[in-house]
């Protein structure tokens, strides 16, 4: 099997990588971003399945992936996804994925999900067709908007405003009216505290 994964988070790459590597005996391309993935796909393509990250930069929501299926018409594309509501999943069938993975799936069912998509067939976790599309998420992600859980990812990877806001094609100043609504929430001190928090209750 030869896959592409393209993921912003180091840490969630490399243990994807490795499932795929060890458990599915796959050879694993991966990028870090959009663009990166594109290219990747343009110099060593085609493959047998492209993985992309809902939140990475350069998706732009699923615009990313429908602009990947319009250019690879003949390319197999699926979701992966950490902090996307479930009906994502659905939104990503319509525009052309033939699967979503959450990144919370075991070694041995990314594995099996991905021979499936390989074999032609469309894959999504019975947990999420069974919340009729809507996000099964935690009690903390519900306190959350869209946008707070986005801005909050940033700081969970350490970026800065000016990079969240770059990332997320927002002026500096409201990404920092969210981080201050973030700590608020969460009854954090500061951004690093709320970051600590967040990942302490699983997010991302």
């Known amino acids: ?85 479930n009906k994502v999943a659905q939104d990503a069938l319509e525009a052309g994925a033939i699967g979503f993975l959450p990144k919370t799936m075991g070694a041995k069912s990314l594995v099996n999900a991905v021979r499936f998509m390989i074999a032609g067939e469309t894959f999504v976790p019975a947990s999420v067709l069974a919340s009729g599309g809507e996000a099964a998420e935690s009690d903390f992600e519900k306190q959350l908007s869209q946008r707070e859980k986005q801005v909050l990812s940033g700081l969970c990877k350490g970026h800065s405003n000016k990079e969240i806001a770059r990332e997320l094609d927002l002026q500096e100043v409201t990404i920092k009216l969210h981080v201050r609504t973030l700590c608020k929430k969460l009854n954090a001190k500061n951004r690093t505290q709320a970051a600590l928090i967040a990942k302490e209750a699983g997010f991302e």
């Open 1 to 85: 099997m030869r896959i592409l994964l393209a993921d912003d988070h180091g840490m969630v790459r490399e243990t994807i990588s490795a499932y795929l590597t060890t458990e599915g005996r796959a050879a694993v391309v991966a990028g870090s971003d959009y663009f990166e993935a594109m290219k990747l796909l343009e110099q060593k393509g085609p493959f047998d399945l492209v993985l992309l990250d809902f939140s990475m930069p350069g998706m732009n929501g699923l615009q990313g992936l429908i602009d990947a299926v319009a250019a690879y018409p003949d390319q197999a594309f699926a979701i992966v996804s950490g902090t996307a509501p």
